[in-house]
């Protein structure tokens, strides 16, 4: 805001002027919660005024400023005016202009290291006259530029900044996104624009699960049948890998793959069927699931072969830490190979799990020797390995308190398994150090963060992002702000906010759906499909493969199910109106909920026609038919609420019957509106 000229105050508009200023007063205390930040910052403190965004708007360091800071300031100013439409006067892409005219000035000790405890603390301030950002390094610099792009708000005179001080530091150092480009193959585009995404709410670990029994999706110099016979040609050529973690490290974000061995090891087995545990040959898997072929850890060649392999992806992968999985393996090669049996016996291996802790001892010391940390999944917990491993939890949260007891470093991922389509607020509240970990304050410092994992069984390249964001973001805050940052209401505020603001970036988020409602239509003419879809959700956890379709790899991802959000917004909504009517009665929100309720009934007529058009859409007929009983219980639940009449037992009892029929997944989506729609039945008894 700049403060109101004295000519304005000259022309006599008193009056105005002061209602003006005392609205920018009323603004300038407004809550800080009301600001659309997320993740929420360390301390914040809202000053009074505004500071207008104009043309003149210019961007200048203080001091040095390196190549990652000059290009990130270039996005900054690119995201404004794309979203002012103002031309800025800037040459932004040159040399950033001399600190003393610029309105905008930021300022760096040194260049930070990608890597886990770097400083990432940045210091903003805005007044109406100047943005002042002040970091230890170029990466707090890059996450005040998010800030301040998540601050910039409007009111009837344009865009601003609103006045305040920020103080922001992380939670935690580690606060990942995992993507699995093994089981759908997500080209580079796929990746950078979700690395723009994880800039934007401050996450700084890129999970790169490359190879899987379903794909080994890079190019390998030493191996190259590798990548020739276990991907279908579909991997990343080393530039390309390149490419993507320098796009990263533009962004302040590490890279680190993930090789999954010894088992999740089909594809690599196709191509080397010797290094197995039992004969091939061997074919890329096609299913989801957990699968026999695991390497040998018996076989000196194995060792051999990862140690010239570990030492290619070491030179590749800048990142000082590599992810060897270590995941479900379920040892049954390894039982019926009688070699490998008198291994056992003879090397006082008890059991598979021993086995395998002495592969991962002997991976762990070819890593060491590159100069690289081993990460894995819980199960290569083993004490006994070097303390510099990091034990990534994914059965539970135990595994991250018995390896932290035990000195090892964690990270959780249990909880924010994102491709389980949970609602945001369940990975929100889930805390990797929450008040029950019983761990003393030494041991809750090896808790480094935690990741979200997008496994891709069940995203294509088209649908990814929609199961990303923005419920990642809910995580990121999770693992940035502070503990006590924990208002459920206020996330779902901000994350409505942010998830438009993602689009920007290039995430598909909301826009495939419309495509994809089109393409199940055949036709533009998609109205009664975008309405069922506000209400529908893909089913929970792993429930869609046990409704009798088998997917593969090559199954269409392109159904409604599909395109259906994790979360839908309008039932959330519902939901909670619901719960507002039931605690007021008030007259306003029940009719809000009819007419909401009315439209959602009547859609069934019109979704019809286009069904019958359309023969892909046949699953979601008795799916539309539902909606239709479901909303005509609903209204006549709140009818009924508000004309008092005595609850009526028998319609209770159908009612909650028809709810139950309702909720049994058709199309392998469910209704998300059918909880608030049985406590509006269920009310109806108690007035
Ligand atoms: C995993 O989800 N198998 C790590």
Not at 27 to 51: D, Q
Not at 254 to 271: N, Y
Not at 334 to 356: G, T, V
Request: charged residues 25%.
């Amino acid at each position: 805001m700049r403060c109101p000229s004295s000519s304005f105050l000259r022309r006599g508009t008193f009056i105005v002027a002061l209602l003006w200023f005392c609205s920018a007063f009323a603004a300038a205390l407004e809550n800080p919660g009301n600001l659309n930040l997320i993740p929420v910052p360390s301390k914040i403190a809202v000053t009074e005024g505004k500071f207008r965004i104009t043309e003149d708007l210019a961007i200048g360091a203080i001091g040095e400023a390196g190549a990652r800071s000059k290009k990130a300031a270039a996005r900054f100013m690119e995201r404004l005016a794309g979203r002012t439409g103002l031309f800025f006067k800037q040459d932004y892409l040159a040399e950033l202009g001399p600190s003393g005219s610029s309105s905008f000035l930021f300022k760096y000790e040194t260049p930070g290291q990608l890597e886990p405890f770097e400083d990432e603390s940045y210091a903003l301030t805005v007044s109406p006259d100047r943005i002042l950002l002040i970091a230890k390094t170029d990466l707090g610099v890059l996450h005040g530029f998010e800030t301040i792009l998540q601050l910039m708000d409007v009111d009837s005179q344009g865009y601003f900044i609103p006045c305040l001080q920020i103080d922001d530091t992380p939670r935690f150092a580690w606060r990942g996104l995992l993507i699995d480009v093994a089981r759908h193959f997500m080209p580079v585009d796929v990746i950078k624009r979700n690395l723009d995404g994880m800039a934007a709410v401050k996450l700084n670990i890129l999970h790169w699960h490359l190879t899987d029994d379903q794909g080994f999706r890079l190019e390998c110099k030493i191996f190259p049948r590798l990548h020739q016979f276990g991907s279908d040609g579909l991997y990343y050529s080393q530039d390309q890998v390149r490419d993507v973690i320098a796009y990263a490290a533009d962004r302040g974000i590490r890279v680190m793959p993930e090789f999954d061995i010894p088992g999740h090891s089909t594809s690599w087995l196709v191509a080397y069927p010797a290094l197995a545990s039992a004969p091939g040959p061997f074919k890329i898997e096609r299913k989801w699931g957990v699968f026999d072929p695991v390497f040998n850890p018996t076989d000196e060649n194995t060792y051999r072969f990862f140690d010239l392999f570990f030492e290619e992806m070491a030179s590749l992968f800048p990142d000082g830490y590599i992810h060897i999985g270590g995941d479900e393996n379920n040892g049954k090669q390894w039982d019926s190979n009688l070699e490998i049996q008198q291994f056992k016996k003879a090397h006082n291996l008890l059991d598979n799990h021993a086995l395998q802790a002495y592969f991962n001892g002997r991976i762990q010391a070819i890593l060491a020797k590159y100069g690289k940390k081993m990460v894995g999944w819980d199960e290569i917990f083993q004490p006994g390995l070097p303390k510099d491993i990091v034990i990534q939890s994914w059965r539970g949260r135990q595994a991250l308190i018995d390896s932290a007891q035990r000195g090892y470093q964690g990270i959780l991922s249990s909880g924010y398994y994102i491709d389980l389509c949970q609602p945001a607020a369940y990975h929100y509240l889930n805390d990797p150090i929450s008040d029950e970990v019983p761990l003393k304050d030494e041991e809750k410092k090896l808790i480094l963060g935690g990741e979200a994992t997008m496994w891709s069984e069940l995203v294509t390249q088209e649908t990814i992002d929609s199961r990303i964001w923005p419920r990642t973001a809910a995580i990121a805050e999770r693992l940035w702000s502070p503990a006590s940052v924990q208002d459920v209401d206020d996330m779902y505020r901000r994350l409505d906010a942010i998830a438009v603001r993602l689009e920007e970036l290039g995430l598909t988020h909301f826009k495939n759906q419309e495509m994809m409602l089109r393409r199940l239509a055949g036709s533009a003419d998609i109205g009664p499909l975008r309405t069922i879809l506000e209400v529908i959700e893909p089913l929970k956890q792993y429930k869609r493969h046990d409704q009798g379709l088998t997917y593969t790899e090559l199954s269409p991802l392109t159904r409604i199910v599909d395109a259906a959000l994790p979360e839908s917004k309008a039932a959330r909504l519902f939901r909670k109106m619901t719960d507002e009517f039931l605690r007021t009665n008030d007259r306003k929100i029940a009719d809000a909920l009819k007419t909401q309720l009315q439209r959602w009934r009547a859609n069934h007529q019109l979704l019809r026609p286009l069904i019958k058009s359309s023969p892909v859409l046949s699953e979601i007929e008795p799916l539309s038919q539902d909606l239709y009983t479901v909303a005509d219980i609903g209204i006549q639940a709140l009818d009924a609420i508000l004309a008092k009449t005595a609850g009526d037992r028998a319609w209770v009892n159908e009612s909650r019957a028809a709810c139950e029929l309702a909720k049994k997944s058709k199309g392998h989506a469910e209704l998300a509106l059918i909880p608030a729609v049985e406590k509006l039945v269920q009310a109806t008894l108690s007035r």
